[in-house]
């Protein structure tokens, strides 16, 4: 492993027993390999405090046995972007099954945090064992064209917390020397034949998710934090490492629970994505290929979003509604079913070969900086400038686009109204990810006179999807003739009142300035 200030690096990627044997066989560990493979039989015991101290600190403690030896290894802090994983680790060998506390604080840099907490009373006195592992690891260790050194591990077995059990099927592709993207690379030769997921939980997460289940939490963008005087680039780094890492955190609740709002953020943090490439189009290119699977995986997710929408905002409207409550209860029940069948196709999706390999490729191209590689016509020579410029000139592009297609949107067509409120979406994301850089009250203003009026330009063309959906429905079962016909019925006269709101929305944020 590569180890700057004991930094362990690698990328961890999930795969069937079955792709394990793949694998196994597969030619690329052949071709890379500089020894044969060695394998090893492990054990170990994860501990901490009753009121798990260490994992509240981002903190792990393990004790293993490998070949009859005792090892013990903490590590702390860093963090975790698709699948790449970077965490400070400190190493040692002890007598025994238990932690040997003074040699880790010996380890641990004097003074940090880390070296504190093991000094503490709490963690002195109350390490107590957690979980277990037990694990089959198989390691090759490779030497690729370029020089870098990585050493590829599958671990196979399992967490245990009494009788709760978790299998481990995973592979770790841990950097030794060289560059960190060779990781990325190896991963997509191997993702050719070996079916694999991106593995963003350690096996300590894991464990502890044995310990107290954590429920489904979807994840909302964090808040960008960048400088007047930083350059176009970075500022671009910055906004589409947060998109990403929106898209990332709700993928468990997309994958395995399917959870409602986890899928909705996932989407949010996709189209954010694709909003910052368009937004920085004027000054880098984005692979063809990488813009083609962003467009798919949306189209993935809006398929199921559209039909949730559905099923519970749009159809709660009709809640105090005179209406055959058995006739509109048969099509929530069917809109239900449907929307629970493409929640099971987007997590297909999401747990496909191919989004594995757009969230590799995005994260290699990134790490790259690919888009100065991009040809001399193509390249642009103002990456280096200042952000601000950047962004007054594209807020201000984004806002007259706006303003223009937004005149009389209240007798508008929904196709026009739709092409508004794209508008306005693209204004409200750009207008986001560079709030840090102008007055933070006006901006806000700004900012949230968008969101109501696209909030109720959303509200129209939610009435015009259910409508496509509840044809569609109809077409497919006779019986439901009667409670659609009410409900597209009903939607249809509550969109003419949904236009007045629109009227006065726009009227309030027309006479906004900008402020930029």
């Known amino acids: 492993m590569q180890k700057e200030n004991n930094m362990e690096i690698e ?33 170990g015991t994860y501990y901490d405090t009753s009121n798990c101290d260490l994992r509240r600190a981002g903190a792990g403690l393990r004790v293993r046995q490998v070949d009859g030896r005792w090892v013990q290894t903490m590590k702390a802090g860093g963090g975790v972007a698709s699948g790449l994983h970077s965490r400070h680790e400190w190493e040692s060998p002890v007598a025994g099954p238990t932690p040997d506390l003074a040699v880790l604080r010996e380890l641990v ?13 709490e963690v002195e006195q109350g390490l107590l064992p957690v979980f277990t592992t037990s694990v089959t690891r198989t390691i090759w260790d490779l030497r690729l064209a370029e020089g870098t050194e990585i050493e590829c591990v599958l671990d196979q077995g399992s967490l245990e917390r009494g009788k709760d059990k978790e299998t481990i099927c995973e592979i770790e592709l841990e950097l030794k020397s060289g560059n960190v993207n060779q990781l990325y690379g190896l991963a997509l030769e191997l993702l050719e034949s070996v079916p694999m997921q991106i593995g963003n939980a350690s096996k300590a997460e894991r464990g502890y998710a044995l310990l107290a289940p954590v429920p489904a939490r979807a994840v909302k963008a964090e ?39 986890s899928l909705h953020q996932m989407r949010v943090g996709i189209r954010r994505l694709r909003s910052a490439f368009s937004l920085f189009a004027p000054v880098l290119q984005v692979p063809d290929d990488m813009r083609e699977d962003l467009n798919w995986i949306a189209t993935q997710l809006g398929t199921a979003r559209d039909w949730d929408v559905l099923a519970d905002s749009t159809l709660s409207r009709l809640a105090d509604a005179p209406t055959d409550a058995a006739q509109v209860g048969m099509v929530q029940y069917a809109v239900q079913k449907r929307a629970q069948q493409l929640h099971g196709e987007a997590a297909a999706a999401a747990t496909s070969p191919r989004y594995t390999r ?33 962004a007054d000139d594209m807020l201000d592009q984004l806002d007259r686009k706006l303003r223009k297609r937004g005149r009389r949107l209240h007798k508008a067509t929904p196709e026009a109204r739709h092409r508004a409120r794209i508008a306005a979406k693209k204004t409200r994301y750009a207008a ?85």
């Open 11 to 43: 990328l961890k990627l999930l795969l069937t027993p079955q792709a394990a044997q793949s694998l196994r066989t597969h030619p690329l560990l052949k071709k890379y390999g500089t020894g044969q493979p060695r394998e090893e039989k492990l054990s």
């Open 109 to 121: 840099d004097h003074g940090s945090s880390w070296n504190r907490l093991l000094r503490s009373r």
């Open 223 to 261: 808040a960008l934090v960048l400088s007047r005087h930083m350059s176009i680039e970075k500022a671009f780094q910055l906004i589409v490492a947060n998109c990403m890492a929106q898209m990332q955190a709700n993928e468990d609740g997309v994958m395995h629970r399917h959870d409602p709002e």
């Open 358 to 390: 757009l969230v590799l490729r995005l994260s290699q191209w990134m790490r790259a900086c690919g888009w100065r590689e991009a040809p001399p016509r193509q390249a642009s020579t103002r990456l280096h400038d200042s952000v601000i410029r950047f």
């Open 432 to 516: 986001e990810f560079f709030q840090s850089l102008y007055n933070r009250r006006k901006l806000r203003r700004y900012v949230n006179a968008l969101s109501r009026l696209q909030d109720e330009l959303g509200f129209l063309n939610d009435a015009a999807v259910a409508d496509r959906l509840l044809q569609d429905l109809h077409g497919k079962d006779v019986h439901l003739a009667s409670g659609v016909g009410f409900v597209r019925g009903y939607l249809s006269r509550s969109a003419d009142t949904d236009a007045s709101v629109i009227r006065k929305r726009w009227k309030k944020f027309k006479r906004l300035s900008t402020p930029w």
